[in-house]
T-cell receptor, first 117, second 115 residues
Framework: AQTVTQSQPEMSVQEAETVTLSCTYD???????LFWYKQPPSRQMILVIR??????QNATENRFSVNFQKAAKSFSLKISDSQLGDAAMYFC??????????????FGTGTRLKVLA | NAGVTQTPKFQVLKTGQSMTLQCAQD?????MSWYRQDPGMGLRLIHY???????DQGEVPNGYNVSRSTTEDFPLRLLSAAPSQTSVYFC??????????????FGPGTRLTVL
């Protein structure tokens, strides 16, 4: 079965420091995107960053960047200059395959990030 | 724009009761999905739709029904609630194309408790 694995249930980082959340996935698709979503205590799911599998260049959004290693099927999220507002659950998502002409996405189990003042 | 809206925000049911979770989006997105979120299990896909009149099953469809009569609405029906359906339910929508690269927009979720 295709899976998405987040091996770190919980991480802590000191404010202003850098933290990396890991994610490995397994897909048979050749053209796809990968996503990181953030879920703060409000429960709202928010897109953090996405990576196109065909692009060699790692995606960057302000303090958030990814380390995408396609051959290893690894898609980690780096948060630089961590802020208290970054405290949340983080989920990575990868496509599971196509039916009805569209991708179904599966999510990892999440990593809870704590930011220490 | 309201984005994706879900009602109700909270619901308590007794075993065997039925109910419908409502989801609506105003972004004219063709693709809509329902997920459930349980502790330690992430989000799991229940059902999804690629357009009005077209639905398909996700990973955990048993005990749930969906229909899509309009682009805007995608209700989720619990036929006979069971305690195992206690969860937080999220509706999401996205535009098609870009090899699945369009981001999903999520509603605020419904916390359902089945006693």
């Amino acid at each position: 079965a295709q899976t998405v694995t987040q091996s770190q249930p919980e991480m802590s980082v000191q404010e202003a420091e850098t933290v990396t959340l890991s994610c490995t996935y397994d897909t048979s698709e050749s053209d796809y995107y990968l996503f990181w979503y953030k879920q703060p205590p409000s429960r709202q799911m928010i897109l953090v960053i996405r990576q196109e599998a065909y692009k060699q260049q790692n995606a960057t959004e302000n303090r958030f960047s990814v380390n995408f290693q396609k051959a290893a099927k690894s898609f980690s999220l780096k948060i630089s200059d961590s802020q208290l507002g970054d405290a949340a659950m983080y989920f990575c998502a990868s496509p599971r395959g196509r039916t009805s002409g569209t991708y179904k996405y599966i999510f990892g189990t999440g990593t809870r990030l704590k930011v220490l003042a | 724009n309201a984005g994706v809206t879900q009602t109700p925000k909270f619901q308590v049911l007794k075993t065997g009761q039925s109910m419908t979770l409502q989801c609506a989006q105003d972004m004219n997105h063709e693709y809509m999905s329902w997920y459930r979120q349980d502790p330690g299990m992430g989000l799991r896909l229940i059902h999804y739709s690629v357009g009005a009149g077209i639905t398909d099953q996700g990973e955990v469809p048993n005990g749930y029904n969906v229909s899509r009569s309009t682009t805007e609405d995608f209700p989720l029906r619990l036929l006979s609630a069971a305690p195992s359906q206690t969860s937080v339910y999220f509706c999401a929508s996205r535009a098609p194309g870009l090899a699945g690269g369009r981001p999903q927009y999520f509603g605020p979720g419904t916390r359902l408790t089945v006693l």
